[in-house]
């Protein structure tokens, strides 16, 4: 039998569900499956599972990894901390935000159960609590940033002392290529393989269409993986769009709508500058990466109390307030994945909400520019030539007076080009090409990825200027299937949302294909009149249907060797 420890909590505050005693759970290699039902109910009191936690958990109950795609609000984090439970052992949770972390460990604290956050503000002694639990094998949980996996003493204790499940949350943040990318995130995969013992690995996210599945499975080294994908529509969620040709006139529309908009709401703004702006002009307070970390605490305290805010793309992640009634972007996103994740903070309750774009095709400008230049092809060439003996990110970043974070950037990119590999240092990898040669590589990689980041820009101005069913659009973004008009949009109550023509049949949605010119690529949707596929190397195209079967500009491509 193995019981689940405890660790000594606070008397709960006001509204606070007091801890339960949680059940022995029985180890899965010596008897039946635990019934995960009952320890929901048990630790959490929940009465009921969404759609997905059961079927993810249970996977990785049996051993599976699990890759879940679950909409904002549908409970991802109990996937993990019902199979935590149910193995009997430590978990270690990848998380990108300390409050995130703070949140969910206070949580689980709440019902009785050991949880510990490691970061750079934990004192010594904490850091030296979460590391005996996992030293012990004790079952509990520790939730980690991905920078800490790049520490040395984390990396030789996680392979002295692995956990029995690695939770990876927010896990589209891997994708080198889509919005919240942090680079410390590629390093997880290094870790999970270089484990002697591997765990069972669930990674997490709310918004990931299939090529960000694919590339989360890759990099993740992700084996026979479970995948729980639940539906992205947020019928709840009114979509609509307005355009503006004048800044000027944009902006007064924006003051106006948040006035007009009852209830707590966010406004997104697409930079610091415009954030402030808008804060001053509607009486709010901002939130942006450049304020300070008290700051930014006490706007999201405001908040939570019900505070209309106004910020940047950098709020949100992790924030669980489940009346959100609208959400305003008030320039255009950069991405249908950064749009979708956004709006899915409003109306988590399942109540109605409201999610409005304020669209200026000038704005489309921002964030071509936010797509980045190349990076500089003899400063790569330099990072290259001196790898050749192994060195610390940080010392290299020192020598090259470089940020540690744009130094990781350029080493991403030559570990892509296969110049070097990053482990405790930067080493250069078994057959490397010289220097020259792998920053030209790297180059190339790097030109991949901007003209992958600029086709999301495209997509995401189709969806502004569409004059059809935009549930259906995004849908069929994130590979959903829809064909009926959604009748909860600006323009399908306006009358210009039409029936979903009957496609071909020559390419159903996630079909592999390739083209001459932009290589292998997967089928999104298609509606008859167009066919929309992501290329590997080229980001989303949009083709007219007729064209690609008159002219075979489409082949079936079979799996990847």
Same mark, same amino acid.
């Given at each position: 039998m193995i019981s689940w420890q405890t660790e000594r909590c606070s008397p709960p505050g006001p509204g606070t569900p007091r801890a339960r005693p949680p059940p022995t759970v029985r180890s899965p290699a010596t008897s039946a499956p635990p019934d995960l039902r009952q320890i929901a109910a048990g630790v959490f009191g929940y009465t009921a599972l969404r759609?997905?936690?059961?079927? $993810? $958990?249970? $996977? =990785?109950?049996?051993?599976? @990894?699990? =890759?879940?795609?679950?909409? &904002?609000?549908?409970g991802k984090s109990a996937v993990y901390q019902l199979a935590?439970? $149910? +193995?009997?052992?430590?978990?270690?949770?990848?998380?990108? +935000? =300390?409050? +995130?972390? %703070? @949140? %969910?460990?206070?949580? =689980?604290? &709440?019902h009785g159960l050991t949880a510990f956050t490691v970061n750079a503000s934990v004192p010594e002694s904490r850091r030296a609590e979460a590391y005996g639990l996992l030293r012990s094998g004790t079952a509990g949980f520790v939730f980690l940033a991905p920078e800490q996996l790049a520490r040395d003493d984390v990396r030789d204790l996680l392979g002295t002392a692995p956990p029995r499940l690695l939770a990876v949350d927010e896990a589209h943040c891997v994708s080198a290529w889509g919005h919240d990318f942090r680079p410390d995130y590629l390093r997880i995969g290094d870790v999970i393989s270089s484990l002697g013992r591997r765990p069972v690995v669930a990674a997490l996210t709310a918004t990931a269409a299939p090529p960000v599945r694919e590339e989360i499975v890759r990099r993740l080294g992700l084996r026979d993986a479970a995948h729980v994908i639940r539906g992205f529509d947020r019928p709840e969620i009114y979509l609509s769009v307005r355009a503006f040709h004048e800044a000027g006139t944009k902006e007064t529309a924006v003051g106006e709508a948040a006035g007009e908009l009852g209830g707590t709401g966010i406004i997104y703004a697409a930079t610091r500058e415009e954030t402030e702006q808008y804060a001053e002009r509607l009486g709010v307070r901002p939130y942006h990466a450049g304020l300070s970390r008290a700051e930014r605490e006490a706007t999201q305290r405001l908040f939570m109390s019900g505070e209309t805010i106004v910020a940047t793309s950098a709020f949100g992640m992790g924030i669980d307030r489940p009346d959100v009634r609208f959400v305003v972007h008030a320039s255009v996103p950069g991405s249908l994945d950064e749009y979708y994740q956004e709006i899915g903070r409003a109306g988590r309750d399942g109540k109605a909400a409201t999610a409005v774009c304020f669209y200026r095709p000038e704005d489309l400008g921002i964030r071509r520019f936010f797509t980045g230049g190349l990076p500089d092809e003899k400063l790569l060439a330099e990072v290259a030539a001196a790898t050749q003996i192994p060195v610390s990110v940080r010392e290299l970043a020192a020598r090259a007076g470089l940020s540690e974070r744009r130094l990781t950037g350029l080493v991403n990119l030559l570990e892509a080009a296969g110049a070097v590999r990053l482990q405790d240092l930067i080493e250069p990898a078994a057959g490397a090409p010289p220097p020259a040669e792998a920053a030209a590589k790297a180059v190339e990689i790097a030109a991949r990825g901007r003209a992958i980041e600029r086709s999301r820009v495209e997509m995401m101005r189709r969806y502004a200027e569409l004059a059809d069913c935009r549930r259906r659009f995004l849908l069929r973004y994130f590979g959903q299937g829809a064909q009926d008009p959604c009748g909860r949009c600006d323009n399908c109550a306006a009358g210009l949302s039409a029936p979903a023509e009957r496609g071909h049949g020559a390419f159903a949605m996630g079909m592999r294909v390739e083209h001459l010119e932009w290589g292998r690529g997967v089928v999104m949707s298609e509606d008859g009149e167009r066919l929309t596929v992501y290329f590997d190397e080229a980001g989303y195209r949009e083709l007219l249907t007729a064209a690609v079967l008159d002219g075979h500009i489409l082949t079936p491509a079979g799996p990847e060797a």
């Open positions: 759609p997905g936690q059961h079927e $993810a $958990a249970s $996977a =990785l109950t049996t051993g599976r @990894d699990c =890759l879940a795609v679950m909409p &904002s609000g549908a935590a439970i $149910a +193995l009997g052992g430590p978990a270690v949770v990848v998380s990108p +935000l =300390l409050s +995130l972390q %703070q @949140d %969910q460990a206070e949580h =689980l604290r &709440s």
